[in-house]
């Protein structure tokens, strides 16, 4: 009975008006603008339906904005969390329909952040209020932490942490994409830059210096092994696939014009690691930096000795005294996997509502990439899980869309999950 009130205050009109709403303020994070625009729309919608808000600037332009509903008694609070930024849309032009027009066509919306979060934003926003407008009485308290940068470096959920609002939370949904799939468990991400130096030189005359192209070919070669290493000892994992060691960017020189006759100073790659459940970032880590170590002693060896000895120290008289390669690993983020047990209330309360809703057993899954659920949980220990609309395929892609379908859903599954969750074992 309960269910079916809350389920009469989800109004499709106003979950695709509020969708549309959100696309319609671009919210790529640029130099000079960010997220605020479309952060004091919500924070003026949320406090037009009666819940507390506060607003934090995390950067210039970019506020977190936190608000609450309180039930009639103590009790758990728990956190829906979503993010305002979208990655870039890209040439508009190449585009079906305008990527900030919010359009509806047929049961789909179109745009950028439609799938990848704004639907699930709204669903979340729309789920609240739901809640709020039936008078359904629950204990504790729903926390809307609506984060910047959630695309970028994570910097909203950091400073949603570190300024102590991550107290006291006891479980959160993490509204992000995944075909409304109950979500215990996602990658972990070390993020790496790799710069081997040596000694510009003619290209006539490589001998007079040192590459640092071949060296840092070797060390990816030799990355490549321990990835597949990896793979041997851990298997595929049933909802993540495999770990994953990724060079997504090769550069040379690393300042500077790029000339075919002229050997490089430096060579630069920019690593993207993926990890699952089994992999210590610490291990890997020191395996990453022993490769590159021995590297370097091994290229710094091969100038002393080997056929082309002689001819390298005639031609560095003079010229390159004391010549040596040097290479640094530099891992500037680190984002653990997270695993959450199915034994969790916040899980067996999303499982119930699941099955209550649709009548059938959810699908467990795994995200694959990090999310800001990855700081809550690695941080401040709260259990999470990750549900919401739209296709794994969908995001970061031109045409980006959601099923208003889904979305309904979406919205109702959160709802149904709060009360269930908030109001366990009453």
Known sequence: MKFDRILKEIKKEELIKLTQDLIRIPSVRRQGQGEQEVALYLARFLEGIGLDVVIEDVEPGSPNVIAVLQGESEGPCLMFECHTDVVTEGDPSEWKHGPFEGKLVGNRIYGRGACDTKGNLAAAVVAVQAISQSGIP?????????????????????????????????AAMICEPGDNQLCITQKGALRAELITSGKMSHGAMPLAGLNPIPPMISILEKIKQLEEEEIERLGKNDFLGYPSITPTVLQAPVKGEP???VVPYQCRALLDIRTVPGQSHEALKKQLEDIVQEEEGSVNASLHSGPFKEIRETLEKGLSKGMSFQSKLDVFEDRPWTKTSREEKIVQAVSKTIQSVTGEEPVYGGVPGATDGTFLSAWAGIPIVTLGAGKWMIPHQKDEWVSVEELELTTKIYAGSALEFLNFGT
């Open 138 to 170: 629950f204990k504790g308290k729903i926390l809307l932490g609506i984060l910047v940068d959630e695309e970028g470096m994570m910097s909203g959920v950091k400073h949603f942490i570190r300024q102590g609002w991550a107290n006291g939370i006891h």
């Open 259 to 261: 000339q075919l006759n």
